[in-house]
């Protein structure tokens, strides 16, 4: 195994940029390391031919030797998640009812990373229209775990993050909505942020006002890696009137910050509300006190707040947003036979929802935004599970029991995530460890509305203690 792929972004950008090696070196090195690893995992899809991306990289190398350099990716393989657009490459969206022409336009996050100077190799794998946390649809497949191949690598960003933790890709964006971004981070030992709503334009097209549960965000396999792919996304832009301005610059020594004193509130599993696997539980309880070594001082807290009424308001939100987006397909017989039975069972719940049922739920989601801002006035910072389970076999497509709870949909086994996509507040999955099944977990840091800085900072602080996400899976320890 070259031991370009095995660099962190920054390092790889360093390089290229003081021309220690070659664009079109590090082009070769990736796409022979794809060769060997993606079929292990099958997390990179739509790959482009190889002679195509090594003209690309010469390219690039060419304008360097000019004096020209397009910015920190500069040369960099990167592989947008199969549900933003990337010009000249198809967007399946994982379903067979998208058209696989190449893209005539670039999504605001794509654009951006591309004019930092990033050459696009391909997609990464994610769940049908990004519905579930497990990356598998009938277009391509079901995406494995970096540390179990067996078991699957969540989702939606499954790909993103399955190709991050086997150094497929150095860096990789994915968007979240139901934990899609924390989720497949947790499941394969690398960060995953979903930052405040808003601080990443979400699009351009389509409906722009009414979409506020889902936004796009950066996964790395360090902080540093992290913010400064966030720092590239983030961002106003007149298409998306709902986006904003963001303070993260993704300089190093911005990250710098002492925790001493600092005020952490664990919510645990909700007072006992979730279902949470012991050993789930037992990791996440034990990274507590690293928080502790930081300086921290950490109390267990719950928000004031009746939790199945969150689920309740999750699901009309879901319902209503799901059923928008896939209506037309829904109404189509012929279409509606190739969406997923949990595709379909979203939109038929949705055509029974009037008017009344949508203003309640914001309501509602208004009041647990209130419960969630006043733990705020106690903590700095709040910590949950980035999961209720650990990644499961590849031949379930979503786990009837948690703990020895039964699950009444398809998706209430990530219900742990649902709080701060509702709240709108930046979040991140950390890697705490392993589990005694060698499998890898994550935990939630999540901030006050646009505190998204804090929320890097504090995770970059406990990166310091524990680089977990340096630990690689085997089949990349072993150089294969």
Request: with cysteine.
């Amino acid at each position: 195994m070259d031991q370009l792929v095995t660099l962190d972004a920054l390092a790889l950008s360093a390089s290229i940029r003081s021309k220690e090696i070659s664009c079109r070196e590090v082009m070769q090195a990736y796409l022979d390391h794809i060769e060997k690893i993606n079929p292990l995992v099958n997390a990179i899809v739509s790959l482009r031919p190889a002679e195509e991306l090594l003209g690309e990289a010469k390219r690039a190398d060419q304008l360097l030797a000019q004096g020209m350099y397009l910015g920190w990716m500069h040369g960099m393989p990167q592989a947008p998640k199969d549900l933003a657009s990337c010009r000249g490459i198809p967007t399946s969206k994982g379903s067979p009812l998208s058209s696989l022409k190449p893209d005539l336009n670039d999504a605001i996050c794509v654009a951006r990373v591309r004019e930092a100077g990033a050459i696009f190799i391909g997609k990464t794998n994610v769940s049908e229209f990004g519905l579930g946390s497990n990356s598998y649809n009938p277009v391509f497949g079901v995406t494995r775990n970096a540390y179990d191949t067996s078991r699957i690598a969540g989702g939606s960003s499954g790909g993103a993050g399955a190709a991050l933790a086997m150094r497929m890709l150095p860096v990789a964006d994915g968007s979240d909505m139901m934990g899609s971004l924390r989720n497949p981070a947790a499941f394969n030992n690398v960060y995953g942020f979903r930052p405040t709503q808003g601080r990443v334009p979400y699009g351009a097209g389509g409906e722009l006002f009414l979409q506020q549960l889902s936004t796009e965000g950066p996964m790395g396999r360090t902080v540093a890696d992290v913010a400064r792919l966030f720092a590239t996304q983030a961002g106003y832009d007149h298409h998306c009137p709902m986006s904003g301005d963001t303070d993260v610059t993704g300089d190093a020594g911005q990250l710098e910050r002492d925790f001493k004193g600092a005020r952490i509130g664990w919510l645990g599993n909700y007072d006992g509300y979730l279902p949470i696997e012991e050993d789930v539980m037992a990791l996440c309880e034990a990274a507590l006190s690293d928080f502790t070594d930081l300086g921290c001082k950490v109390e267990q807290c719950q928000p004031d707040y009746p939790m199945e009424k969150l689920w309740e308001t999750w699901l009309v939100h879901r319902h209503w947003l799901v059923g928008g987006n896939l209506g037309a397909c829904f109404a189509d017989p012929a279409q509606r036979g190739l969406l997923k039975p949990e595709a379909q069972w979203e939109v038929e719940s949705g055509l029974h929802l009037t008017a009344a049922d949508i203003f309640r739920a914001s309501a509602a989601r208004s009041d647990w935004y209130r419960a969630i801002h006043k733990l705020f006035e106690q903590y700095d910072y709040l910590l949950l599970p980035s999961a209720q389970m650990f990644p499961f076999d590849t031949a379930t497509k979503w786990p009837r029991k948690v703990a020895g709870r039964e699950m009444d949909t398809y998706h209430r086994w990530m219900e742990v995530v649902i709080g701060p996509t509702l709240a709108g507040l930046p979040a991140m999955s950390v890697p705490v460890g392993f589990g005694t099944n060698g499998l890898p977990m994550g935990m939630q840091i999540i901030g006050p509305a646009r505190d998204d800085l804090g929320v890097l900072q504090l995770a970059h602080a406990l990166e310091g203690l524990r680089p977990w996400a340096s630990q690689a899976p085997l089949a990349v320890a072993r150089g294969i």
